[in-house]
């Protein structure tokens, strides 16, 4: 009984917890070069232009590359895919902040490294939750992936603290190399999680492979439900990245509101880090779309009419309540898309569903940044729009009952 209710007993899994301290370590690493990217730029170059691009060059080109990624996770394994991602995310860190220091940071040369650091990050980013039902039973999955997101939750918090602490204080290559560090941190904690092979064939060729899972997150209703359901509700997390400092500023002078604005993001993710825990506790199994749905309701009330009405105090209880949903909702989506998939088929799955999941809040951002012009008030019943659609499409999703389960 010990092992069903305790989160100590939970890491006594064989290899479990090398892989949250790989999985911690990794994700700090990346949370702290989003920033330190952006701030090693803006020293050595003095563009913002060049820094939006570089950040692009980081990002987008893992998201193309996503089903392929996902269809060698599964062919080669995910505790090999994850081991390729951290020690060449390592090494380009590296690179860069050697290339920095000798004088040879150029900006192709950036472009470049930033781009081949991009292309594994699918690899890294679906590696972890594909090796967790692999190594939890399924009766502590819920608590593992409550763990996991937490653990998510956590970096948000502290990854561009850190960075902004080391950058200011010894300059943004010693930063990249601390990150780099980080990565061959986890790296080195990887080696001593199980290697667990992987389960598609080898006989069939790799397009045909990701072309497949597509085809699966595309057909099958849970996993084209989650993919829609979840992008809506992270449109509202693009709305309210956008509205909040706005309203924050409506209220402080502007050094005080940036100030002020950090300490509610940093509060809210300390808030989804505790629901993702708590969440471990609700025995979500079963019970995915009922949990997501009314974390998707309260985060819309939350967005309006409590943070757009009542005033600074509403926006800080308005963004607790919304962080503190968000962790049984990332829990249930884990545990809900884990079991219903295909083992063969995981990586993939990931893969492609967690870059279409991303979708959503830069869309809801652009949107935010066009009304927020006309109506404070109405951006914020958008954001809570967003999260109303989606809890009604995540109540679309076929139930237990259906057999929708691979």
């Known amino acids: 009984m010990e092992q069903q209710n305790s989160y100590r007993a939970l890491l006594k899994i064989p290899s479990l917890f090398s892989l949250i301290l790989a999985a911690t370590l990794s994700r700090l690493a990346g949370r702290m070069f ?28 893992g998201l193309v590359v996503s089903p392929i990624a996902g269809a060698l996770l599964d062919r080669m394994g995910p505790t090999t895919a994850l081991r390729i991602d951290l020690i060449a995310s390592a090494i380009y860190i590296a690179a860069i902040s050697m290339a920095s220091w000798v004088g040879w940071a150029s900006t192709p040369v950036l472009f470049v490294l930033v781009v081949l650091f991009s292309l594994t990050g699918p690899l890294g980013a679906a590696g972890t939750r594909t090796l967790l ?93 989650l993919a829609i359901s979840y992008s809506l509700y992270q449109a509202t997390w693009g709305v309210l990245v956008v509205v909040v400092p706005v309203f924050v500023a409506n209220h402080y002078a502007s050094a005080v509101g940036s100030s002020v604005t950090g300490l509610l993001w940093a509060a809210m993710g300390m808030a989804g880090g505790l629901g993702a825990l708590l969440a471990g506790h609700l025995r979500t199994t079963g019970r995915e779309r ?107 999703i076929p139930r237990d009952l259906d057999r929708t389960a691979v």
């Open 133 to 225: 039902p692999r190594l939890v039973p399924a009766h502590a999955l819920d608590r593992a992936n409550a763990l996991d997101t937490a653990v998510y939750a956590v970096v948000d918090v502290v990854g561009p603290g850190l960075a902004g602490l080391i950058v200011a204080s010894f300059g943004p290559e010693s930063a990249l190399s601390v990150i780099a560090v980080a990565y061959a941190g986890a790296a080195i904690c990887l080696s001593y999680v199980q290697n667990l092979p992987g389960l598609a064939s080898t006989q069939t060729s790799l397009l045909r492979q990701t072309i497949e899972g597509i085809q699966m997150v595309a057909r099958q209703p849970t996993l084209r439900g």
């Open 290 to 396: 009922l949990i997501m749905a009314a974390g998707m309701i309260v985060t819309a009330l939350a967005a309006w009419p409590v943070a757009a009405e009542f005033g600074f105090g509403g926006l800080a209880i308005g963004l607790m309540l919304a962080g503190v949903a968000s962790g049984p909702i990332d829990v249930a989506l884990l545990t809900l898309r884990q079991r219903r998939t295909d083992p063969r088929q995981l990586g993939r799955v990931l893969s492609i569903s967690m870059s279409l999941n991303l979708a959503g809040f830069p869309l809801g951002s652009a949107i935010a940044g066009m009304v927020i012009t006309t109506s404070l008030s109405a951006t914020f019943v958008m954001a809570g729009i967003a999260s109303i659609i989606a809890a009604i499409a995540t109540a679309s």
């Open 34 to 61: 989003t920033l330190t990217l952006v701030l090693f730029v803006l020293t050595r170059f003095s563009s913002p232009a060049l820094a939006g691009w570089l950040t692009f060059a980081a990002i987008v080109p």
